[in-house]
């Protein structure tokens, strides 16, 4: 089982995306994703998604709100993963070059158009509603396959 952070930074209509273009064998190469990753021993999910945030991007995130639970069940042939979807609209500093890939602010518009994972359409969608959303979206050799969700008001 993993534990994971997948952050939105949101400002002026632009969502903050990460093309991950940088790594060897990186099992999202190619696609678009938001900031976050992999909770460390000892750390709450918030500490992750700051860390994250500011090791990724440069930013420094001032608010974090809680959108959803997403499970992942083997999503990487072996882990389920669990991952902590935050929107972040508060942030200061100033962008860096990332390791992981290239740093975009996409027009809200244009989000859809990206190459992302299937599940990221659905789930990108509730950063706009409000609630937490608990979802389980499942991939077979990375396509998708099928998808759950409650939606707490």
Do not use: Q
Request: glycine share 10%; proline share 2%.
């Amino acid at each position: 089982m993993k534990l994971a952070t997948l952050c939105y930074l949101k400002k002026n209509g632009k969502t903050l995306m990460l093309f991950r273009n940088k790594k060897k064998d990186d099992m999202n190469g190619g696609k678009w994703i938001g900031l976050g990753g992999k909770i460390e021993e000892g750390e709450t999910p918030e500490e992750c998604a700051i860390r994250e945030i500011k090791e990724e991007s440069g930013y420094i995130a001032k608010n974090l709100i809680l959108k959803g639970i997403l499970t992942f069940p083997a999503f990487d042939g072996n882990n389920c993963w669990y991952v902590f979807l935050y929107l972040v609209t508060e942030f200061e500093g100033d962008m860096i070059d990332s390791s992981e890939g290239t740093l975009k602010w996409i027009n809200d518009e244009d989000l859809m158009n990206l190459p992302m994972w299937e599940g990221d359409k659905i789930f990108l969608k509730w950063l706009n509603e409000k609630g937490i959303y608990s979802g389980k979206f499942i991939y077979k050799d990375e396509k998708f396959i099928d998808f759950t969700y409650t939606h707490y008001n």
